[in-house]
């Protein structure tokens, strides 16, 4: 796997993965480019963990018809400022069982989820489940 960021103009990078998508990064503090770095991996975070999720809820054959996953993060104060606490919030739609749901977010932060793996090297992360019906 490979990435690099290519400078632009004053702090704005385009991002591009290996895979050719480019993505704007915005490394002011407006952030009016595109996302942080640290944004980006809370949202790699939300969605490894959202694809591990439908991808086992599909293999159960739970009748889903929605996932959302949100996060919130709490930062070190000295540099390198590495997220210290994460709480991710999964709000399920349909009528999926909830041993299902919670063996599902189980297994994708305990087991599949890569970038989970990543940020638990520095992060608590806590989750909870909301069910939409």
Known sequence: MEANATWKREMVFDAISHSGHVIPLDGDAAQTHGASPMEMVLMALCGCTAIDVISILKK?????????????????AE??????????????????????????VH???????????????????EYEIEYAG
Do not use: H, Q
Request: include cysteine; proline fraction near 5%.
């Open 60 to 76: 159960k054959r739970e009748p889903f018809t929605g996932l959302t996953v949100s996060a919130v993060a709490g930062r070190a």
């Open 79 to 104: 540099p390198p400022t590495v997220f210290t606490r994460v709480k991710l919030t999964y709000r399920v739609s349909g009528a999926v069982s909830r041993k299902a749901m919670e063996d599902a």
């Open 107 to 125: 297994l994708s932060e305990a087991k599949y989820c890569s970038v989970a793996g990543m940020v638990s090297k520095t992060a608590k992360i």
